[in-house]
Each structure stands twice: as structure tokens, then as C-alpha cells.
């Protein structure tokens, strides 16, 4: 398993975990359809930023930077490498 | 002056648009100045003195927006920033809350100067306006305006000046250089117009009657029934009002060719509060998340999040530091609303629910759960309007012990029933329109010709109340937004 892969499930038990309520595997514009709210991103973001020790400025920070688990692992990656 | 009234409506507006259309403002420069100088005409009328309060405000917001400029997201830059916030919200502390402060302590009498100071018209949403356009700056999300007159014209703008929407600098950035003008926009300006005359003159104003009515009586006075009736007439009222002059602002945009986003979206539709705050005043609810949950959230919380988590495990750091961000943002929320203790009490029942809907389980039997959860919201939204209505957490407290049957009045009596009876038709007029049951119908026609028949009704019916909104206008006295005192 590469990387990337072992980082989308880690990510994807991190959220069945704390935001059981989203289907994060159904869309890919979950910011953009409204799926996840303001809450849910400030949730999400503070268990990412917790469990993987990086930062997230919420100056660069993105609404396609979280809409599909796939692009949530890419900003994970993105800041790791910070 | 007010939108509703007969000098705005058949003097302002009609000069206004004249010269605007007028081949001596055929550029939009000229176009721009034109708007700017009505628009400090339009509040000076209303506001002679704190006028200066606001080309202050203006002036303090295109020189920090253009020092910002030079140093976007950096420590520099977050200086710059601070100043904004302490220029802007100090303006407002001292103008909206001083008074009330240190009256509610006891440290001034009455009659001090302080206590005399008054509100300047619209000084929340134009200073929330003119600190949204510094943060951008920073943020790097929109330029500095070289122009100083075309940051005048964003925040004295006058349809969105003084009771919202709060717009944002990026809303408006590229219409202020380049807009469109046609008569099908101007046209649904005119619609628009008219559909937010007629929910303030027609609804809102008789409402208010009725609901002045309910809470101007003693609580013993007070039957069960006349105390339901106020509320909900209050409920109605507040919406046909701000809706109606958020409806009035993107109207009058549209007519000088500006796009507005929406404000409201039929909030008493609503499952959860969380819902209701994503329909009623949704360019508050946005400001406040952009510029106030987000920071905390990302800042602050984050630490209070980590540090909880290392005492008391992952799940309580998480409720530890959602309830310290929510608690401040809808503190602040219900304290922007008014300098009032029912504010703050309100702000706080907001923050209860808002807060607890994040841990809420819903009910297995989905259909039943949806019904149940409309039930109990609109019965929530009921309930924290008597307290947005009344004027001192006392007076809240009366009118719930008169709904609940609990101060020893009637469950029915004949003033209440007189006064239900003159204005109960408003109030399922009132409360019909404030459920999309129009947009339903429009869209369940399919058939072309029953569609223009419809469409034709409409119009019809849009001159009728036009005509009627005039008659209204002329003949009705003063009567201000509720949003005019925020």
C-alpha cells in the first residue's frame, strides 16, 4: 500500500469516527453541496490538523481543498510537506 | 428616509434614476459619483450630524485597505488589520453599547451626555461592511481600491446602507468598475421592489399593529390565546419586514444595475435552528462564519481543542471547543442585534440549540422525524422572538408566563378575541407567503398555457398591489424598519 492510499484510510476511519453522520466516499463537491457545513469543516479540519500535525491557514485553505476524500488527502500531503 | 415612504417613492427614486439614466452620466465613473452623492443625500436626510461618522469611515477604510495591500498575510498586515478592527468596532462600542453599559451597572444617570448618545442609522452594517473590505485586502482575496470614491459608494451604497444585506467587497468589486444596464434587469428591480413594498406596507405594518397590541398589555390582561396570537403576528411581522427591505435593497441594486446576493430564504421553513440561520439574514450568519468562527476556530480552538484532548480524551476536546467557539460567535451575534440584555439572552438560547443540534440523534422514522423536527423549530423560532420583541428580560418573561397560562389570566378573552378577529386574516396571509407555496405552484404547472395564464395573473396582481402600496404610502405614517435600531 503506498502512501497515499494508507493516508486516505487512516483519513477515512478519522471521519467515519467524528463526523459519522457524512458519507465522505459519496460526493465530490462535499463543500460545494453543502454536505459538509461550517461546522463540520472547522471539525474536520481540527481532528486533520491534530491527528497529522499540520497546519491549516484558513487564508489559503479552499473549499475544493476538502470536497472529496481524495483532495482532503492531497492537502494532508500538501502541508505534511510544509 | 425609508424606502416606504411617499418623499423616497415619488421624489428620491424617480431623481435618482433620472439623472442616472440621463445622458449626463453616460460613464460609469460619472454613474458611480452620481450614486455616491445621492446615497450621502439619502442618509444625511436621517442622519444630518453622524453623516461625518461615516465619511470618516470611509476614509479610515480606503487608507488602511491601501496600507494593507502592501503587507497581505503577513505580521505587518495582521497589524493593520487590528487597527481596522479596533477603528471600526470601537466606533460601534462607543456609539451602540457605552450608554447601555454603564447604565446597566448604574455608573450613569439618565441625563449624562453619555447616556444621550444615540444610534447612528445603520452604523452595524455599514461598519461590518467597511472591516469585511480590509480583512479581503489582507486575506489577499480582493485589491485595494485606488479610488476613494468607489469605496465611499460600497459602504454608504444607500439601498443596502442602512438595514442590509451586508454586502461583501468581492459581491460588488467588479460591478463598481463594469455593469451591465437593461431594461429586463431594471424591470426585475422593479419587481423585486415591489414585492419587498408589499410585504413591509401590507403585512408588516398591519402585523405590527396586532402584535403591539399583544405585548403592550399587562401580563394578568393577557389572555392565553391573544398571547399566542402576538407572538406569532410578531414572527410574521419581523420577516415581511427585513425580508421585505432586503427584497426593497436587491430590487433598487438591480435598478442601477447591481447584483445583490439573496438574504433570506424562507426561514420558517426550517428543521433546525442550524437551517434557520442558513435562511434568515443569511449575509449576517456568513459574515459572522467568515470572519469570526473561522479565525476563532482555526486559532484559538485549535489549542483549547489539543489541550482538552490530552485531559480528557478526543471526543470531550472536540464539544470543549466547539462550544468555545459557538458560545462566542452567537454572543456576539446577540449583541450585534441590540444593546439589550434580551439580546445577549437571545444570542444564548441560539447558542443552546445550535450547539446541541450537532449531538442530536434524529428519529429513525425519517418522515415523522421531519415533522417532528419543523414542529419544534417553529415553535423555537416562536418562542426566541418574544424575547427579540420584548424590552427587558421582565417583560420577555410576562409574555411567556401569559402564553403558558401562568399569571393568572384568561385562556380567552373578549379584547383578545376583538383584536384577532380585525387582523387575524393578515396573519394567514402572513402566513401563508412566508412558505414557498407560490414558488410551488409555479413549478407544478407544466402546462405552457395555464404557465402564461399564471404569469399574467401575477402581473396582474403585482400592478393591483402597486397601486395599493401607493395608497398605502401616501395615506400611512412614519414607520421604520425593526432593522433600522441594529
Known amino acids: 500500500m503506498n502512501m497515499k492510499e494508507e493516508m486516505k484510510k487512516k483519513i477515512l476511519e478519522l471521519v467515519e469516527e467524528v463526523l459519522p453522520q457524512i458519507d465522505f466516499t459519496a460526493s465530490n463537491s462535499l463543500v460545494d453541496d453543502g454536505l459538509l457545513d461550517s461546522i463540520s469543516i472547522v471539525t474536520l479540519v481540527s481532528e486533520l490538523s491534530m491527528e497529522f500535525d499540520v497546519v491549516f491557514d484558513m487564508n489559503e485553505l479552499e473549499p475544493a481543498d476538502l470536497n472529496s476524500l481524495d483532495a482532503i488527502v492531497e492537502t494532508v500531503l500538501r502541508l505534511q510537506k510544509q | 428616509m425609508v424606502f416606504s415612504n411617499g418623499v423616497f417613492l415619488f421624489l428620491f427614486l424617480p431623481i435618482a434614476l433620472f439623472v442616472y439614466y440621463s445622458p449626463f452620466c453616460k460613464n460609469i465613473k460619472v454613474k458611480n459619483i452620481w450614486l455616491l452623492f445621492i446615497s450621502l443625500g439619502f442618509y444625511a436626510w436621517g442622519e444630518p450630524i453622524y453623516i461625518l461618522l461615516m465619511l470618516l469611515s470611509i476614509c479610515v477604510n480606503w487608507i488602511l485597505g491601501k496600507w494593507v495591500s502592501v503587507y497581505p498575510k503577513t505580521s505587518k498586515g495582521k497589524k493593520i488589520v487590528a487597527i481596522s478592527c479596533i477603528y471600526n468596532l470601537g466606533v460601534l462600542f462607543v456609539f451602540k453599547y457605552v450608554s447601555w453599559l454603564l447604565g446597566s451597572f448604574g455608573l450613569v444617570d439618565k441625563n449624562s451626555p453619555i447616556a444621550q448618545i444615540a444610534l447612528p442609522i445603520g452604523i452595524s452594517f455599514y461598519t461590518f461592511q467597511a472591516l469585511s473590505y480590509v480583512i479581503d485586502v489582507y486575506r489577499g482575496k480582493e485589491q485595494a481600491q485606488e479610488n476613494i470614491l468607489d469605496v465611499g459608494l460600497y459602504i454608504a451604497f444607500f439601498p443596502q446602507l442602512i438595514a442590509g ?13 463594469e455593469r451591465k444596464h437593461s431594461l429586463d434587469m431594471f424591470c426585475d428591480g422593479v419587481w423585486r421592489f415591489s414585492i ?20 403592550g398589555r399587562n401580563a394578568g390582561e393577557r389572555s392565553v390565546v391573544f398571547a399566542w396570537f402576538g407572538a406569532l403576528a410578531f414572527m410574521l411581522q419581523i420577516y415581511f419586514d427585513f425580508s421585505g427591505y432586503s ?33 434568515w439574514h443569511i449575509s449576517l450568519g456568513e459574515w459572522f462564519r467568515d470572519y469570526l468562527y473561522y479565525p476563532l476556530s482555526f486559532g484559538p480552538a485549535i489549542k483549547v481543542r489539543k489541550a482538552a484532548a490530552q485531559k480528557w480524551g478526543r471526543k470531550t476536546a472536540g464539544i470543549v471547543s466547539s462550544a468555545f467557539s459557538l458560545f462566542i460567535v452567537w454572543m456576539a451575534t446577540g449583541i450585534w442585534h441590540g444593546a439589550n440584555w434580551t439580546f445577549v439572552v437571545w444570542g444564548l438560547i441560539q447558542f443552546v440549540f445550535i450547539f446541541w443540534e450537532q449531538y442530536r440523534k434524529p428519529l429513525k422514522n425519517e418522515k415523522f422525524g421531519n415533522v417532528v423536527a419543523f414542529i419544534t423549530t417553529f415553535l423555537v423560532i416562536l418562542s426566541t422572538k418574544v424575547i427579540f420583541k420584548a424590552d427587558s428580560i421582565s417583560h420577555a418573561v410576562h409574555y411567556y408566563a401569559s402564553m403558558l397560562h401562568l399569571s393568572g389570566n384568561n385562556w380567552v378573552d373578549e379584547y383578545g378575541m376583538y383584536w384577532i378577529g380585525q387582523y387575524k386574516s393578515f396573519l394567514v396571509i402572513g402566513l401563508i407567503f412566508s412558505f414557498p407555496v407560490l414558488e410551488c405552484i409555479t413549478k407544478c404547472i407544466k402546462n405552457k398555457r395555464v404557465k402564461m395564464i399564471w404569469n399574467i395573473g401575477e402581473a396582474v396582481v403585482m400592478c393591483f398591489l402597486l397601486v395599493l402600496n401607493i395608497c398605502y404610502a401616501v395615506s400611512g405614517g412614519y414607520n421604520p424598519f425593526i432593522y433600522f435600531n441594529f
Do not use: C
Open chain 2, 247 to 279: 427584497d426593497m435593497a436587491i430590487g433598487l441594486g438591480k435598478m442601477f444595475g447591481f447584483e445583490f446576493l439573496e438574504n433570506f430564504n424562507y426561514p420558517y421553513v426550517s428543521r433546525s435552528i442550524t437551517e434557520y440561520w442558513r435562511r
Open chain 2, 196 to 215: 419587498g413594498l408589499s410585504k413591509k406596507l401590507l403585512l408588516s405594518n398591519q402585523l405590527a399593529v396586532a402584535a403591539d397590541l399583544a405585548f
Open chain 2, 165 to 177: 444585506p451586508i454586502v461583501r467587497y468581492g459581491t460588488i468589486s467588479r460591478q463598481l468598475r
